[in-house]
């Protein structure tokens, strides 16, 4: 039998794809459950922020609708859209058919508990995503042209050389792009 183009390509990547995905989707043992280490990473990483923040996510909720439906902007402020329009543009970056197929999957197997579980790591997330769009912002660059530049490759490599770590800071900037490029091939 012929292998089609696809099966092929399937084929040659098939070793590194199944190894970053046993890296990945490590899990541990916590009681008689299997968890995987990332779930804990990304939980822990969202805790950590909110009690950071001290829980920005809840305190200051009704100022951040406010901004986002500009009932509260700043003219002065320097950028090419609204604050709509940068919720609009990472909402769409962020949720997609994935989420939504999930969402239902985790619900018919998991049932209600499944539901309280993705609300809370929502609003937990919320931290997460604060001080990743609150660094988006802060190491942005203004181009001459009246453009912005930015984004987690800007604040990397930026952020970490402001910590006297620029070596670290391109490393990573550089690994960040090249795993977007990877995602979007899949």
């Given at each position: 039998m012929v292998q089609s183009f696809d099966e092929?390509?399937?084929?040659?990547?098939?070793?590194?794809?199944?190894f970053i995905s046993g890296i990945v989707f490590y899990s541990i043992s916590i009681g008689n459950v299997n968890v995987p280490l990332i779930l804990i990473w990304?939980?822990?990483?969202?805790l950590f922020f909110t009690i950071y923040f001290r829980?920005?996510?809840?305190?200051?909720?009704?100022?951040?609708?406010?901004?986002?439906?500009?009932?509260?902007?700043?003219?002065?402020?320097?950028?090419e859209v609204s604050h709509f329009q940068a919720l609009?543009?990472?909402?769409?970056?962020?949720?997609?058919?994935?989420?939504i197929s999930g969402v239902a999957i985790a619900i018919s197997i998991g049932g209600p508990g499944a539901t309280v579980w993705m609300i809370f790591?929502?609003?937990?997330?919320?931290?997460?995503?604060?001080?990743?769009?609150?660094?988006?912002?802060?190491y942005r660059i203004l181009n001459q042209?009246?453009?912005v530049s930015g984004g987690p490759m800007y604040y990397l490599s930026k952020g970490f050389e402001?910590?006297?770590?620029?070596?670290?800071?391109?490393?990573?900037?550089?690994?960040?792009?090249?795993?977007?490029?990877?995602?979007a091939l899949g």
């Open positions: 092929k390509i399937n084929q040659a990547v098939a070793p590194f794809t199944n990304l939980l822990g990483a969202g829980f920005l996510n809840f305190t200051h909720f009704s100022k951040a609708l406010k901004i986002v439906f500009a009932k509260e902007d700043n003219v002065q402020n320097k950028g609009s543009a990472a909402l769409s970056g962020t949720l997609g058919l994935g989420n790591a929502g609003l937990i997330g919320m931290c997460s995503k604060f001080a990743e769009c609150t660094l988006g912002v802060k042209n009246g453009s402001n910590r006297g770590w620029p070596t670290l800071g391109k490393i990573l900037a550089v690994f960040f792009c090249v795993m977007c490029i990877g995602g």
